[in-house]
């Protein structure tokens, strides 16, 4: 039996129904939640349990740890490239950064995007991410490749791979086997690990490669996870190829239900937000990233009325999801000119929605701070110039804590980050050996100098 006990933290759950105790205890078992109260820990939690984990918080404030339910670890290869191109448009960023890069990636730097990119997860108090992944050049295995780096440093994960038809048919196919293959590999044994089937988005995926994927896909109860209308193209290309819209497509092709995940969301119609609200299927919204591609904000205001959940991701724009939900009130604010709204709906995004759209992906309870929920929590180092209450508890999250004060992160009932540090990695010698993989990253890219822009 392991157990970690948690003493002198200030509890808070910033939910909208949330809690906050000035000082109280948490105890992990065996990775959940087993007990969690204020006061001074009492002696029937089991004091003589032997080689027990304990942390004296002296006053740190204990979260729920953070959720990113849209993320591409591969990313971070981004930093400081250069494409060698101006990109005019949404296809141009694809096709001059994201395409040669993910071709570009071996199983070397996949290890090594899960592991460093996963260690900056960490270190900014997210817990759990929901992973897009591709790499054309390396598909079988690629995801067991990233689940073993994420397992080693401690880092809950729900994975799939982007299926698409820009590598051929051969290439599509590859991707839905593996998929399905590591949806079978993790299927029903616990740990850090879950999958969900990918999708790039409708404009890269035929009908055929839809009916190959749904016949391998058989009895299985998988979630999608797709981007949708990100830029125009998307939907332009569905109408004119499909004769519908692409929400209208996923749903013909059985792909919408409560466990997958429709990103992005920027163009679709009051009829798409009718059939994602009929089906349950959640909205993953990435605010810096849109703003970023200049592809505009979704219709977040339209889509809660139609009765949609929408949560929060950082589509590999950061690790950060401390940034990532203050630009996306911001964002809205903006983007309805509505100084004072969306405070309770960013909320209820990010510390419950986000928790809802996780726990239904592993099939337990994730993001909570309750007895029975996975023991994912972080240690903030925050102190409060102000009363901190259940009412305000998010205020102070939103304008007093960040990725900077993460002290501690504890997934799984197991210490990942202690005083800001990943334990299971030498930051220094990460930092040599990524830059190496990088390099060679790079080199390939570069290579691929002549991919095509434009249509
Ligand atoms: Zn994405």
């Given at each position: 039996m392991a157990e970690l006990l948690v003493r002198n933290a200030r509890i808070v759950?910033?939910?909208?129904?949330g809690f906050v105790v000035d000082r109280g205890w948490l105890l992990a078992r065996d990775g959940v939640i087993a007990g969690l109260a204020a006061g001074d820990v009492p002696?029937?939690?089991?004091?003589?349990?032997?080689g027990r984990q304990e942390i004296d918080a002296a006053g740190m404030t204990l979260l729920p740890g953070l959720l990113n339910t849209h993320m591409h670890l591969y990313s971070m290869y981004s930093r400081g490239i250069s494409t060698g191109r101006v990109s005019h448009g949404f296809l141009d960023v694809l096709q001059d950064l994201w395409w040669r890069l993910d071709r570009s990636l071996l199983k070397d730097a996949c290890w090594m995007s899960a592991t460093f990119s996963g260690m900056d997860s960490l270190r900014c108090g997210t817990t759990t991410i929901v992973d897009h992944h591709a790499s054309p050049s390396y598909i079988a295995g690629s995801l067991s490749t990233l689940s073993e780096a994420l397992n080693k440093i401690g880092l809950r994960h729900v994975l799939s791979y982007e299926i698409t038809d820009r590598n051929g048919i051969e290439g599509a196919v590859a991707g839905v086997d593996e998929n399905i293959r590591f949806f079978d590999e993790v299927?029903?044994?616990?740990?850090l690990a879950s999958s969900m089937v990918g999708l790039h988005a409708s404009f890269t995926v035929s009908d055929a490669t839809l009916a190959i994927l749904r016949a391998r896909v058989g009895s299985r109860k998988v979630g999608y996870h797709v981007h949708v209308a990100e830029g125009a193209i998307d939907e332009e290309d569905s109408v004119e190829k499909y004769g519908k819209r692409i929400v209208a497509r996923l749903d013909n092709a059985g792909l919408?239900?409560?466990?997958?995940i429709a990103v992005h969301c920027v163009g679709i119609d009051a009829s798409e937000r009718e059939l994602l609200a009929k089906s349950g299927t959640p909205v993953v919204v990435n605010t810096m990233s849109n703003m970023n591609n200049a592809v505009g904000l979704p219709a977040v205001r339209e889509m809660l009325e139609a009765g949609i959940q929408v949560g929060i991701g950082t589509d590999g724009y950061t690790a950060n999801m401390f940034e990532e939900f203050r630009n996306t009130l911001v964002g809205l604010r903006h983007r309805y000119e509505d100084?004072?709204?969306f405070w309770t709906q960013v909320q209820q995004a990010q510390i419950e929605t986000n928790a809802d759209i996780v726990s239904r992906c592993t099939g337990c309870t994730v993001g909570r701070l309750e007895e029975g929920a996975a023991a994912d929590f972080i240690l903030v180092d925050y102190a409060s110039p102000t009363p901190l209450n259940s009412e305000n508890a998010f205020g102070h999250m939103f304008f007093g804590m960040s990725?900077?004060?993460?002290?501690t992160v504890v997934v799984n009932g197991n210490v990942a980050v202690k005083g800001h540090r990943v334990l299971a990695v030498d930051r220094e010698d990460l930092e040599r050996e990524s830059r190496k993989v990088a390099e060679a990253v790079w080199e390939a890219f570069d290579r691929l100098s002549w991919f095509p822009t434009g249509v």
């Open positions: 759950y910033p939910a909208t129904r002696v029937d939690v089991g004091w003589s349990v032997a299927k029903g044994k616990g740990g919408l239900s409560p466990r997958s100084p004072a709204g990725a900077d004060l993460v002290d």
